[in-house]
Structures are given as structure tokens and as C-alpha cells.
């Protein structure tokens, strides 16, 4: 007998801890029924680490015939950590997979997992035709931040529309500026989220996004990636 989509979300949150995994892993990997097998994906999202959810996410993302279950299962290996197994797989599914949504959440997983490895991978999903994986590919690798970031991200920049309808005329860039007489180089922050310690509180100058476009549009942009 079949179970409903709901149903399995009830058992995989009242169940034993220790059995859910494997319960929506069976399901992941068996069950005839695609909404199932997506709801059982997004269930193993909160056990992307444990090694038998993993394999099925992995299992869902390079064979499940539906792209929705694929795309599911992407997402779902985007909120655990990197390994060499997670990072193939979402690699090759921006690569090759048939599904440009699959395609977009692969690459939102890889940068998601922040591993340097997919930055071959992502450096050619920045320069595809389809926008929403280019915009994409860009953020994760500002998210993963390698030496290579700025060549590769400048390259994107200067081709920015493969149709060539359109062209980037203007660059803001935003960086830290810190006084050197009070701050040593050691001590500078060296990411946005550095800027989160209590020891710069009030320590801070920057423009109004009330009244600064350039400014606004940068929160804006911080927003989204943290």
C-alpha cells in the first residue's frame, strides 16, 4: 500500500531518529511515485551529512527519471558538507543533466558547499547561455572566493550576454578601507562577515542606502549572500 506525501512527512519527523534516514532513503531510491521520492529528497535534506542519505541523494540526482526529484535531491546535497562524491555528482549534473532547473540548483549547491575543487565546473557554467546559471555560477564562486575568482568573474563581465543584446558599461567595485595607523593588516577583516564582530561596532563609515543607489543595490547584494 502506497503512503501519501504527507504521511511520509510525518513519519520521518515522528519517527525514530535513527530510522528516518533509511526510511526516506527507501523511499528516495524505490517508491514508484516521483512526488514521493521529491518529498523523501527534501526529507534527507536535514541529513545531507549521514552516509546512507547521501548516497541516496546522490543515487536521486544522477538516475531518477524525473528532473523535478533530481532538482530535490541537488538542493538537498547543497545543505551538507563537501566530499569528492556530493562534489562529482552536482558537477556532473551542471555539465550534463538535461534540465536547466537541475542545472541552476547543482549550481547552487556547489557553491553552497563551498569546495575548491568545483571551481573548473563552475567557471564554465559562468560563461552558458542560459542567464539564471550564469548569475548563479558567479555567485558561487564569490561564495567560494579562490585566487582565480577575479579572472574568471572579469571574463564573465566582458561576455555577459552570449546573444550579445546587451553589454555591462558600468563596474562598481566595494572593498575595505582601513586606516593603518590604527588597525595592522592582521587584524584587518578579511570577508563581510568579519564586520559581524563586536569589536567594530560603531568603528564603521559607509554611505546610506536611503539615499545612495550604488549603496543600496551593495546591501542588496550582501543580502543575498549571506
Not at 563552475?122 to 542560459?130: G, T
Request: net charge neutral; hydrophobic share 45%; aromatic share 6%.
Amino acid at each position: 500500500m502506497g503512503i501519501k506525501a504527507t504521511d511520509l512527512r510525518s513519519r520521518a519527523v515522528t519517527g525514530a531518529p535513527d530510522d528516518r534516514p533509511m526510511l526516506l532513503a527507501n523511499v528516495l531510491m524505490n517508491d514508484a511515485d516521483a512526488t514521493l521520492r521529491r518529498t523523501a529528497a527534501w526529507g534527507l535534506s536535514e541529513y545531507a551529512d549521514n552516509d546512507i542519505a547521501m548516497k541516496a541523494l546522490v543515487s536521486a540526482l544522477t538516475r531518477d527519471s524525473d528532473p523535478a526529484v533530481r532538482e530535490m535531491a541537488a538542493w538537498s546535497l547543497g545543505n551538507g558538507n563537501a566530499n569528492s562524491l556530493t562534489v562529482n555528482a552536482l558537477s556532473s549534473a551542471v555539465h550534463s543533466d538535461a534540465s536547466e532547473n537541475v542545472k541552476a540548483t547543482a549550481v547552487w549547491a556547489l557553491g553552497s558547499l563551498g569546495d575548491d575543487n568545483a571551481i573548473n565546473i563552475l567557471a564554465e557554467a559562468s560563461v552558458i547561455k542560459n542567464a539564471r546559471i550564469r548569475k548563479r555560477a558567479s555567485g558561487a564562486i564569490g561564495s567560494i572566493e579562490p585566487r582565480e575568482a577575479p579572472k574568471i568573474l572579469l571574463q564573465t563581465l566582458r561576455d555577459p550576454d552570449p546573444d550579445n543584446m546587451w553589454q555591462i558599461f558600468y563596474l562598481g567595485i566595494y572593498l575595505f578601507a582601513y586606516n593603518t595607523q590604527h588597525v595592522t593588516a592582521a587584524e584587518a577583516p578579511k570577508t563581510w562577515k568579519d564586520l559581524l564582530d563586536p569589536k567594530w561596532k560603531d568603528q564603521l563609515a559607509v554611505g546610506h542606502p536611503g539615499y545612495s543607489g550604488s549603496i543600496g543595490v551593495m546591501c542588496v547584494v550582501l543580502r543575498k549572500m549571506y
